[in-house]
Nanobody, 120 residues
């Protein structure tokens, strides 16, 4: 069994910054690609950023140049540094990871989500 737990969400003013964290725990053999998604009210879930096992990254067009994804393999944790936040960044942010477990093979796990609200 694998769990992903996000933290770091909250209320921030436009132009501000937040750093999200997502820690994986459980029967982990290795973690492949890790991702951040977001879902705003009434909208579909969209990919924000992804980082693979070789630290190659890609970003959604709306966050390029403002958000940075990184990972700490020793801590089984992925981060999302969000700068120059805009009201349209308001959403629930979810982490997602492809995890090779010691018992069930390769699984794709989701966190429970953390709310980010950008408002003055």
């Amino acid at each position: 069994q694998v769990q992903l737990v996000e933290s770091g969400g909250g209320l921030v003013q436009p132009g501000g910054s937040l750093r999200l964290s997502c820690a994986a725990s459980g029967s982990i053999f290795s973690i492949m690609t890790m991702r951040w998604y977001r879902q705003a009210p009434g909208k579909e879930r969209q990919l924000v950023a992804a980082i693979d096992v070789g630290d190659s990254t890609n970003y959604g067009d709306s966050v390029k140049g403002r958000f940075t994804i990184s990972r700490d393999n020793a801590k089984n944790t992925v981060y999302l540094q969000m700068d120059s936040l805009k009201p349209e960044d308001t959403a629930v942010y979810y982490c997602n990871a492809d995890i090779r477990t010691s018992s069930a093979g390769l699984v794709r796990s989701w966190g429970q989500g953390t709310q980010v609200t950008v408002s003055s």
